[in-house]
């Protein structure tokens, strides 16, 4: 059974453009969640989509955004990158949408930003 | 509101046992995880508990939780330099829009020193 696989895994970008990343889940998994990681800032929450809806966003400017595709599927884009955004985004994937039904979540490699 | 601490460091000899604490504060909190995080790479999940359990066995990996003091504890029995990594605890919290998020803790770096 594949993980939770995010492309692309490495890529550097410059002030100001704009970058996407993808994430596919685990083959049935219907949540799919965003975690920006830094080492100033550790591990946190940016976005948690199920069933193509978004229903929850940390706390981050709206130049954080994201979608699900019906496939399960989901993309992130950050928009007019600052140096603050060079991080590792990691995408985690989970089978139901509460914390309490059993819900084992499953991260990614996560995709490797870098901001310059 | 949500906040989870850990040590920063933990050195220990190959074979002996590990053990990295944490605690949470979130008492609603119905799931607590631990995740292991090697160098360049994402986090792989080791093992879960439910709030309603004391104690979870899988393996070398023992899982121990004290609910009233929101202290959680991972042991790692016959530690191998393969284990070191650094070990993230985090706790489930429910949101407004339904669905849950994970609260990381700072991540423990464990050292297995031969």
């Known amino acids: 059974k594949a993980g939770v696989t995010q492309t692309p895994r490495y890529l550097i970008k410059t002030r100001g453009q704009q970058v996407t990343l993808s994430c596919s889940p685990i083959?049935?998994?219907?949540?799919v969640s965003w975690y920006q990681q830094t080492p100033g800032q550790g591990l946190q929450f940016l976005f948690e989509?199920?069933?193509?809806?978004?229903?929850n966003k940390g706390n981050f400017p709206g130049r954080f955004s994201g979608r699900q595709f019906s496939n399960s599927r989901s993309e992130m884009n950050v928009s007019t990158l600052e140096l603050g955004d060079s991080a590792l985004y990691l995408c985690?994937?989970?089978?139901?949408?509460?914390?309490?039904?059993?819900?084992?979540?499953?991260f990614g490699e996560g995709s490797w930003l870098t901001v310059v | 509101g949500e906040d989870v601490e850990q040590s920063l460091f933990l050195s220990v000899r190959e074979g002996d046992s590990s053990v990295i604490n944490c605690t949470y504060t979130?008492?609603?909190?119905?799931?607590l995880y631990w995740y292991k995080q090697e160098p360049g790479a994402g986090l792989q999940l080791l093992t879960y508990i439910f709030s309603n359990m004391d104690m979870k066995q899988d393996q070398r990996l023992t899982v121990l939780l004290n609910k009233k003091d929101k202290h959680l504890s991972l042991r790692i029995a016959d530690t191998q330099t393969g284990d070191s990594a650094i070990y993230f605890c985090a706790e489930t919290s429910t949101l407004t829009g339904g669905g849950n998020k994970l609260t990381f803790g700072t991540g423990t770096q464990l050292k297995v020193e031969l």
């Open positions: 989509y199920f069933s193509e809806t978004q229903r």
């Open positions: 083959s049935g998994h219907r949540s």
């Open positions: 985690a994937s989970s089978l139901r949408d509460t914390a309490h039904s059993g819900n084992t979540i499953y």
């Open positions: 979130d008492s609603s909190s119905t799931y």
